[in-house]
Nanobody, 125 residues
Framework: QVQLVESGGALVQPGGSLRLSCAAS????????NGWFRQAPGKEREGVSC???????YYADSVKGRFTMSRDLSKNTMFLQMNSLKPEDTGVYYC???????????????????WGVGTLVNVSS
């Protein structure tokens, strides 16, 4: 099994930046596809970015050009750099891993094997 712990969520003003981290333990991140997801209040969980060893990162249209996903496999950690944040980016952000990288018409599939507990990002003035 894989344990995932997110960090880095905070209250930030519109136009600001945050860097989320997801530390994995139990198994190596590069054995799985990796992804970032978010859930805004009253909305369904959606894919933000995802990748595996061969493909990606892929990004939701709403974050392209503003968010960057990366990994440091030596630290078994994935990151999400978020720039030019907007109020509509507010939500709980989750990292997750799955055996396969699956893309749907809505982007990164939200069907994942293992999830972190989430970290809250609040973009507000």
């Amino acid at each position: 099994q894989v344990q995932l712990v997110e960090s880095g969520g905070a209250l930030v003003q519109p136009g600001g930046s945050l860097r989320l981290s997801c530390a994995a333990s139990g198994r190596a991140l590069n054995l799985y596809s990796n992804g970032w997801f978010r859930q805004a209040p009253g909305k369904e969980r959606e894919g933000v970015s995802c990748m595996d060893n061969k493909e990606g990162p892929y990004y939701a249209d709403s974050v392209k050009g503003r968010f960057t996903m990366s990994r440091d496999l030596s630290k078994n950690t994935m990151f999400l750099q978020m720039n030019s944040l907007k109020p509509e980016d507010t939500g709980v952000y989750y990292c997750a891993v799955d055996r396969y990288l699956v893309l749907t018409s809505n982007g990164c599939s939200t069907l994942q094997d293992y999830w972190g507990v989430g970290t809250l990002v609040n973009v507000s003035s």
